[in-house]
């Protein structure tokens, strides 16, 4: 199928990625000039060990099998990573209960090796740390952000797919099944077979630009906006402006 993915952030890049090892013809429409720009440049670039998240819930099961499939990535791809652990701590007796809830949902959840640790434990792991006690999870880790999705991206490239910056997605109709999408201004409309919204904070503008689109269906209250539509660079064979990544384009974290 040709498929279109709209973002070029880690999940934009991620699915593109899975779709293109599937075989399929996949292109990545990204608004602004460089890939991971949006919110995945703006994140602590932590590797979440799955601790917080309701046993059984989605988000449980996703950051459980996510954080082991982002460590193996890193492995095979040369990602720079450190699953330098992390300690979640008591400052007092009071707030002991609260972290051992907090180990004891993990380990329901499937999180690896996770260890409720006295005072001198901790203090022997970080020698200015004073508190009651921890729950120590040695599979949190950080992760270069950019060199991932670069990563992605190297993949995505690989199987014959393509990233085109500077390309918004402004409006998307649905004809004879077929989606019709209107991708910059001087673009015109392009026919995909499937449409995947990864725009992040612009997903629901994305939903709201969707001739027939359940308003609904959009989270919060939301009113459509004009999209802004740079001047493409370089045009594919689908007519979308395509430049090559920025090589370690800046990321910022906090
Ligand atoms: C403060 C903070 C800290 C965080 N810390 C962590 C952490 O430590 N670990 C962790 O795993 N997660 C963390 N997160 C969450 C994580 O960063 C996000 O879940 C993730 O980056 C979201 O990626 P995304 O691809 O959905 O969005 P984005 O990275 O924002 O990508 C969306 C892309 O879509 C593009 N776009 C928007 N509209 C259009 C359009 N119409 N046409 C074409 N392109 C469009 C945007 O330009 C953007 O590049 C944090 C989030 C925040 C805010």
């Not at 300690?87 to 972290?99: G, K, R």
Request: aromatic share 4%; hydrophobic share 45%.
């Amino acid at each position: 199928m040709e498929i279109l993915v709209i973002g070029a952030g880690v999940v934009g890049l991620a699915a593109a990625r899975a779709l293109a090892l599937d075989g399929h013809d996949v292109v990545v429409a990204e608004a602004s000039d460089a890939f991971g720009m949006g919110i995945s440049s703006r994140n602590s670039e932590v590797i979440h060990a799955g601790m917080y998240y309701p046993a059984g819930s989605l988000r449980a099961r996703h950051c459980v099998r996510g954080a082991r499939l982002l460590y193996e990535f890193c492995e095979s791809h040369g990602v720079a990573h450190r699953a330098c652990g992390k300690l979640i701590v008591a400052t007092s007796q009071e707030e002991v209960p609260a972290i051992e809830a907090i180990r004891r949902r993990g380990a329901e959840n499937g999180v690896e090796r996770l260890e409720l640790i006295d005072a001198g434990q901790a203090a022997r792991l970080e020698p200015h740390l004073r508190c009651h006690a921890a729950v120590l999870s040695p599979r949190t880790g950080i992760i270069d952000s950019h060199a991932l999705m670069l990563a992605l991206l190297g993949d995505i490239e690989d199987r014959g797919g393509s990233l085109a910056l500077m390309s918004p997605a402004l409006r998307l109709r649905f004809d004879r099944g077929r989606w019709l999408v209107t991708v910059g201004e001087d673009a015109g409309e392009i026919a995909f077979d499937a449409v995947v919204n990864a725009a992040g904070l612009g997903a629901q503008q994305v939903a709201a630009v969707t001739e027939g689109y359940p308003a609904d269906r959009i989270p919060g209250s939301f009113s459509p906006r004009a999209v802004t539509s740079p001047s493409p660079a370089a045009r594919s064979s689908k007519g979308l402006s395509i430049q090559r990544p920025r090589k370690g384009a800046g990321s910022a974290c906090i």
